[in-house]
C-alpha cells in the first residue's frame, strides 16, 4: 500500500511534461549544442595577442590561467568603474581609452577586457606604432624624427586583459548587449557579461621573454619564407663572369595592434603590389640577356618585426648558403626599393619622392636614371623629386639593414612622401584596400619598371624602343589589389588559384610564426600562403622554358636550374629554369635542432644591430562569448530558498504520509 503514493506522483509528473512538450510552447533542447546556443552567444573578433622579445612583453593576454568574464559597458557612458567591466569603445575613443589607462591605475585595475567596435570612424589618423618605426635600426642617429606623426605607440606596451577587435555583426549585437545593461534597474538580478579565453601559455607558465619562453616550449619564433629571383636565370655552370646586380626589392608582411588584421594597403602592400607588376611588365621585353647588370627581384616577410627578413637573408649570403645560391653581396651594385607607393595621386599629379644614399656619383647616376624614366612616361603625369636634405637619412626600410651591413652600398628607397608619412593608419588594422589609389600603384610600377632597366644598361646602350615598350598591366594591378586585400575575392581568386591552392580566403599580412625545421626547400605545409603565391609567380615571370617542355613535375623537373610551377593546383605542375629560391626568416640569433629553438650568443649579427628576438605565445584556443549571469547574492538567496522549500516539502511528506496511514488504517 505504500507504493501508491510515488507511482501517482511519477505518473502525474509524467503527465506534465508531456502536456508542457505538446503544447508547444516550450522548445525542446535535443543536445547539449541545443542548450549551450540557447545560452550563450559567440562573437565574431580578433584579438591582440602576446609577444615577446629579449626584453620582456607587448600585447595582450588574460591576467590568469582561467576565463575572464565581466559586465559590458559603453566607455562614452561610463566615467568611473565601481566593479571589473568589459568595455566597449568606439575607434574614435580607442585611444582616449589606452591613455587613460595608461594614466589611471585605478581605473585600469577595473578594466577586464575591452571589446573594440568596427566600422569606418571619422579619424584623421589612427597609428599604434611609434612617431620613429625601428629607430632602433635606423643607420644614423637621429632617431627622435618624426616619420610616422599619428604614431601613438600604444601596440608596443604589455596589457593584463584580453583586447578585441568586433566584426561588423558583432559590434551591433555587443552594443545592444551594452543598452541592456545600462537600462536595468538598480535592484535587477541579471547582467549581460563578456567572456574572454585568451589565455596565453607564457603567462600560465611565467615565461616573460623569449629567451625563457623559448627554453620552455610556451611560444616560437616570428617568421616565415621571404622569396627572391633573378629576371633571366643564373648559369651556374657558366665561365662567364657574373654582372653587377640591381637588387629591388618590397616587403610582403605589415603589423597591427590586432593578430589578423594586418592588411597593410598602402604601407607595405602598395609597394609589393607594384613590384609585381613590374616583374610582370620588365619579363615581356626581349633582349633581357643583354642586359650589362642583372636584375634581381627580392620580397621579404619579417620586415614590421626588426627586419627579421632582410637580416637573415644578409647572414645567407654572409654563410653562402643554398637559399642564396648565385647571390654575392660583393656584385650588388644598387638597392632599389619600393615602399609605400598608395597615396601619390594627388590633384592628378603622381609625385614620388627617391630617397637615396650611398657614394655621390652614384646617386646622381641614380637619379637620371629616374628623371630619364619620368620624361619616358610624361603622358601619365607622373613625377618624381627628391627627398628632402633636412631628412636625417632614409626613412625606416630594409635598406637600412643593408646598409648596417655595407655603409658605402648605394641604395634608393621609392616613397610616395617626403619628410613625414602620407599614411595615416600606419600599422593599423585602418589601413586596408580604401587608403591607396589603385592609379598610384599602376603609377608606381611603371616608373619602377622604366628605371630598373635604365639602371641596368649602360647609357650609351639605353634604346627607347625597348625602354617605350615596358608597359605595366592596369589589369593586373587590379587583380593583385583584390587578392590581396580583399576578402572577396581574396585569395579564392582566379590569379592565387591559377598557382596554389590557398590555405584561408581572407588575406592578413601578419608574418606568423615560424613552423618546423627552417629550410630553402622548405615543406610548403609550413609555407604562408602569400610566400608560396609570390614563389610560383615569380618564377613563372621570370623564367625560361624547360629545355624538355615535356616534363611532368617534380618528377622528371631535376635538371640543372629546374624547378616546378603550379604543382598544387593540379597535382602535375609544370617544369622551367628558373632561379627562384625560397629563403627562411627568422631571427639571426636562433638555431634549430633537436626538434627545438636554441638562442645563440649576441655577436651572431651581420647587422652590427641587436637582435630582438620576436617570439609568439603559444594558446590552445581563443574564444569570446557573451551570456546573462546573476548576481551572487541572488544566488545565495535561491539557494536558500531552495533549501527551505526543501525542509517544508520533506515535512509535508511526513505529514501526509502519517495522514494517508491513519486514514488507510480506518478502513
Same mark, same amino acid.
Given at each position: ?91 574614435? +575613443? ?7 589607462? /595608461? *594614466?589611471? $591605475?585605478?581605473? =585600469? ?5 575591452? @571589446? #573594440? ?58 552594443? +545592444? ?7 536595468? /534597474? *538598480?535592484? $535587477?538580478?541579471? =547582467? ?5 579565453? @585568451? #589565455? ?73 603590389? =607594384? ?393
Amino acid at each position: 500500500m505504500d507504493m501508491r503514493l510515488p507511482l501517482v506522483l511519477f505518473y502525474f509528473i509524467a503527465h506534465l511534461l508531456l502536456t508542457s512538450s505538446a503544447s508547444g510552447d516550450v522548445k525542446p533542447f535535443e543536445s547539449v549544442p541545443d542548450l549551450e546556443n540557447a545560452m550563450y552567444m559567440n562573437v565574431d573578433g580578433y584579438p591582440c595577442v602576446r609577444l615577446l622579445n629579449l626584453s620582456g612583453e607587448i600585447g595582450c593576454s588574460n591576467p590568469g590561467h582561467a576565463k575572464v568574464a565581466a559586465p559590458v559597458v559603453r566607455f562614452k557612458n561610463v566615467n568611473e568603474l565601481a566593479v571589473p567591466s568589459a568595455i566597449l569603445v568606439s575607434m574614435d +575613443e580607442f585611444e582616449n581609452l589606452f591613455t587613460r589607462i /595608461s *594614466k589611471d $591605475s585605478k581605473f =585600469a585595475g577595473l578594466v577586464a577586457g575591452v @571589446l #573594440v567596435e568596427s566600422g569606418t570612424p571619422d579619424l584623421k589618423g589612427f597609428s599604434p606604432d611609434r612617431k620613429f618605426p625601428e629607430a632602433e635600426f635606423a643607420p644614423y642617429s637621429s632617431n627622435n624624427f618624426e616619420w610616422n606623426p599619428t604614431g601613438s605607440g600604444i601596440m608596443w606596451n604589455a596589457y593584463n586583459f584580453p583586447v578585441f577587435l568586433l566584426s561588423e555583426n558583432s559590434s551591433l549585437a555587443l552594443q +545592444e548587449v551594452a543598452m541592456k545593461n545600462e537600462k536595468r /534597474s *538598480k535592484s $535587477s538580478y541579471t =547582467a549581460n557579461v563578456a567572456e574572454f579565453g @585568451l #589565455v596565453m601559455q607564457t603567462t600560465k607558465a611565467g615565461t616573460h621573454d623569449s629567451e625563457s619562453c623559448l627554453r620552455e616550449n610556451t611560444c616560437l619564433p616570428l617568421g616565415g619564407y621571404s622569396v627572391w629571383s633573378s629576371l633571366q636565370p643564373f648559369n651556374s655552370s657558366s665561365s662567364v663572369k657574373s654582372k653587377p646586380i640591381i637588387l629591388a626589392i618590397a616587403s610582403m608582411d605589415a603589423a597591427s595592434f590586432f593578430r589578423d588584421t594586418s592588411f597593410g594597403a598602402e604601407s607595405p602592400i602598395s609597394g609589393f603590389i =607594384a613590384l609585381l607588376a613590374a616583374v610582370d611588365a620588365l619579363s615581356r621585353v626581349d633582349g633581357l640577356h643583354l642586359l650589362s647588370k642583372q636584375i634581381v627581384f627580392m620580397v621579404f616577410t619579417g620586415e614590421a618585426w626588426g627586419f627579421i627578413g632582410s637580416r637573415r637573408f644578409l647572414l645567407e649570403l654572409d654563410l653562402h648558403s643554398d637559399a642564396v645560391n648565385g647571390l654575392d653581396l660583393s656584385l650588388i651594385d644598387m638597392v632599389v626599393e619600393i615602399g609605400s607607393v598608395g597615396k601619390s595621386a594627388g590633384q592628378g599629379v603622381k609625385t614620388f619622392f627617391a630617397h637615396t644614399t650611398g657614394a655621390a656619383s652614384t646617386s646622381t647616376d641614380a637619379w637620371d636614371a629616374l628623371q630619364h624614366a619620368q620624361i619616358s612616361l610624361k603622358t601619365e603625369n607622373i613625377k618624381i623629386s627628391k627627398a628632402s636634405k633636412s631628412n636625417p637619412g632614409i626613412p625606416p626600410s630594409s635598406l637600412m639593414m643593408f646598409l648596417r651591413k655595407n655603409p658605402q652600398l648605394s641604395g634608393i628607397v621609392v616613397e610616395d612622401f617626403d619628410s613625414a608619412f602620407a599614411n595615416k593608419f600606419y600599422h593599423s588594422h585602418l589601413d586596408n584596400i580604401s587608403n591607396i589609389n589603385r592609379s598610384a600603384v599602376v603609377a608606381a610600377a611603371s616608373l619602377v619598371a622604366r628605371s630598373l632597366y635604365i639602371f641596368a644598361r649602360e647609357k650609351e646602350e639605353i634604346n627607347d624602343t625597348g625602354l617605350y615598350s615596358i608597359t605595366v598591366n592596369a589589369s593586373l594591378v587590379d587583380e593583385l589589389l583584390g587578392c590581396l586585400l580583399k576578402c572577396e575575392p581574396g585569395f579564392s581568386c582566379e590569379l592565387v588559384k591559377r598557382y596554389i591552392s590557398p590555405s584561408t580566403a581572407c588575406p592578413s599580412h601578419y608574418v606568423g610564426v615560424m613552423q618546423g625545421e627552417p629550410s630553402s626547400s622548405p615543406y610548403l605545409e609550413y609555407v604562408g600562403d602569400v610566400s608560396r603565391f609570390v614563389w610560383n609567380f615569380l618564377a613563372e615571370k621570370t623564367s625560361m622554358p624547360s629545355k624538355n617542355s615535356s616534363s611532368t613535375c617534380p618528377k622528371d623537373c631535376s635538371g640543372t636550374g629546374e624547378v616546378c610551377i603550379r604543382v598544387e593546383t593540379d597535382g602535375k605542375g609544370v617544369c622551367v629554369m628558373s632561379s627562384t629560391r625560397y629563403v627562411p626568416a627568422y631571427s639571426t640569433r636562433l638555431k634549430f635542432e633537436e626538434d627545438s629553438w636554441k638562442l645563440l650568443p649576441n655577436n651572431s649579427d651581420v647587422t652590427g644591430a641587436a637582435d630582438p628576438v620576436w617570439t609568439e605565445s603559444n594558446w590552445d584556443t581563443i574564444t569570446l562569448r557573451v551570456y546573462t549571469t546573476q548576481d551572487s547574492a541572488y544566488d545565495r538567496l535561491i539557494l536558500m530558498l531552495g533549501i527551505i522549500v526543501t525542509l517544508m516539502a520533506y515535512v509535508a511528506i511526513l505529514v501526509t504520509r502519517s495522514f494517508i496511514r491513519k486514514a488507510l488504517k480506518r478502513e
